[in-house]
């Protein structure tokens, strides 16, 4: 069994999984569930949403995890919440080591981008980005004044250099990899008219870019590459988004927990093939990471009441 511990407010992400007969049991529960069982069922259990919580929760989190770790046979763990970092601080190891030609830096820091133009965007959520491409410093620091005059949290604030190239004229591509426990495979392309590629544009990918994608899939291009990014992160499952400039990979952000969707129609062939590829690989991994031990005894309760009190007085509905 592989048991998901996720946001409360963000279950919807896995739903195709669990509406599906797969060759594994798949469970997901908030953290509130994992905290109030008397017993830990054995089980893979797959820690995400870690970039929304406080830093009392992700405390917490580590603390579950360590103890699901030392479980016994039968208990499973995969990303550590005390071993994974920001988007922030992902962004500028990369940099740091060669990996990302682009740096970022938090509002706080005072430091000012080496190259422009630049964006603004929040660390603690998936959305877009706060500000439009800004391209010069004066023009940035009257963007984050405006921000912080309309109530938006400095220590969230998130300046990244823009670090993109369209495929094609006037399009542009992002490209996602998974990793699930030790198998990292590439999965799928968006394509968008616009440089902040997100949910893609209908009929905006020609055939050749579909069948670029296929190839991308079989050959399972990059993965050594992001094996080395995931592993920099500390991430075991989830997904990473990135982009080609120049040749090279550039990476943008890794989701602990992604929407996975099904694959289902599509009027280009070839990307009915792919998504259906994708999935079968997604799949195989699940399997993969399943715990198999199923007579060792059932795990004691997690206790740390100090810790537990600090997680139950966070109320704050997040985004």
Sequence with gaps: ????????????????????RLPCEIRVHSFEWALQQKTLPRATYVFTDMER??????????????????????????????????????LRKLHDQGLNDFNAYRVTENRWPARYPAFVRRMSMHTKPVTPLLHTQQALQDALGELLQSGEAQ??????????????????RKLSSFKIGATVFFTHT?????????????NSATPELYQEELDMILDNRFSGHLSQVFDIAG?????????????????????TNPFVSLPGHHPNPIRVQSKKIAWEKYVESLVRIDTTDRKAPAASRFEHPQLQRKWRGVQIKRP
């Design 190 to 202: 968006v394509h968008d008219i616009k440089w902040l590629v997100k949910h893609g544009r209908k």
């Design 235 to 255: 991430v075991e499952y989830g997904r990473v988004d990135f982009g080609i400039v120049d040749g090279r990979v550039q990476v943008y952000e890794i989701n």
């Design 1 to 20: 069994m592989v048991i998901f511990l996720v946001d409360r407010d963000h279950t919807k992400t896995l739903s195709a999984v669990t509406r599906t």
């Design 155 to 172: 220590s969230d604030l998130l300046i990244i250099e823009y670090c993109a190239q369209p495929v094609a004229e006037n399009l542009y």
């Design 53 to 90: 919580m406080d830093v009392w929760q992700q405390t917490v989190l580590a603390k579950l995890f360590i103890h699901i770790q030392q479980a016994g046979p039968g208990y499973r763990a995969l990303n550590n919440p005390a071993a994974i970092g920001d988007r922030g601080a992902l």
